[in-house]
């Protein structure tokens, strides 16, 4: 292990636990994310390897059967899991805004039903907000439930949910009806359960199927199809309708220091694959190691990993310390989702043409920055978020 992207202060207990998962990366997946991945194969292994570990509960209470760990134990797992495999930490992720959601906002029956489980993985989370026609643009959401009784009618489609097959629970942010004066105080957030699978998985509710991507294969991303889905009333987050907006922020903050953790671990694997490659080839007499220009391409990838770590780290450690982090969770997100398309490329120029072969793993990582680049809001919205939090903090007086 090199030097890059160690993190002061941490507990012993925290260290045993990022000892685990980097051995069980190295040993589990290294050897076979590049096969899998090219095989749009879902990891069934891989995941079965995960729970055992505890790590779908790390961030659950303890209470509730989990590992109680902090966002910050959780980002340097995360980022471990994705120097592996960056779609694994994906599975991971929903599943982990999830029961933080329902931690943070559900009701005491809602956490008692949803967590335990949740810890052990028996319940697996996915995560609804975007849909077709709007992107980041959460409040031309159309999908609406409709109060009937003691259940909420719902009709509408939703977009790019991880997990989406895979999952037997999904929060799903909905438009409803409350009477008040904003877009954003009329959404409710429901935990809709479900079989996993593809078709029909409930009456109303139907997985189309697998989206065929670019890279960060593996992982199911999918649609969701609701045509009359009846959901009982005490499936709203939190057992009241029209917080659901604010909930979902919630979850996205610390999901975007979760996508800075996957661009941190993709990073240092391309910086990893990069600096070792640089030693085994030579041109014109001497390793590509020695050539002055491969080594100020070393410094500068080396140097943007270093940063997004640090930069991650931080945003976790504010989230952990109960004080506003939407500032930093975007920097550290724009910074590392950026850095990591950077690292990422340089490493596939130091590769040369080998680069371009399924048979070197830099191809694989080459397809899959890209997404860190969308996921969890594009970088405009990283910067339009940062913008505004900074004109707050500097706004002229008098």
Known sequence: MGRLAQTEGLTDVQREILSTVRSFVDKQIIPVATELEHRDEYPTEIVEGMKQMGLFGLMIPEEYGGLGESLLTYALVVEEIARGWMSVSGIINTHFIVAYMIKQHGTEE????FLP?????????????????????????????????????????????????????????????????????????????????????????????KIDKMGYKGVDTTELVLDGVRVPADRILGGVPGKGFYQ???????????????????????????????????????????HQAIQFKLA??????????QMMVMAARKKDAGERNDLEAGMAKYLASEYCKE????????????????????????REAPMLLIGEGTAEIQKMIIGRRLLEEYKLRG
Request: hydrophobic fraction near 35%; proline fraction near 2%.
């Open 110 to 113: 809602q956490k008692n039903y």
């Open 117 to 209: 489980k949740m810890a052990e993985g028996e319940i697996r989370g996915a995560f609804s907000m975007s849909e077709p026609h709007c992107g980041s643009d959460v409040s031309a959401i159309r999908t609406k439930a409709v109060k009937d009784g003691e259940f909420y009618v719902i009709n509408g489609q939703k977009m790019w949910l991880t997990n989406g097959g895979t999952s037997n629970l999904v929060a799903v942010l909905t438009k409803t009806d409350e009477g008040a004066d904003s877009v954003y105080r009329n959404m409710t957030t429901f935990l809709i359960e479900k079989e996993p699978g593809f078709g029909e998985t409930r009456p109303g509710l139907t997985v189309p199927g």
């Open 248 to 290: 979902m922020m919630d979850g996205v903050e610390v999901g975007r220091v979760n996508v800075a953790s996957r661009g941190c671990g993709v990073a240092q694997r391309a910086f990893e694959l990069g600096v070792q490659y640089a030693q085994q080839r030579e041109t014109f007499g001497k390793q590509l190691a020695e």
């Open 300 to 309: 500068e990838m080396a140097t943007k990993v270093e940063a997004a770590h």
């Open 343 to 366: 690292v990422v490329e340089d490493a596939f120029r130091i590769h040369g043409g080998y680069g371009f072969s399924k048979e070197f793993e830099i191809e694989r990582l080459y």
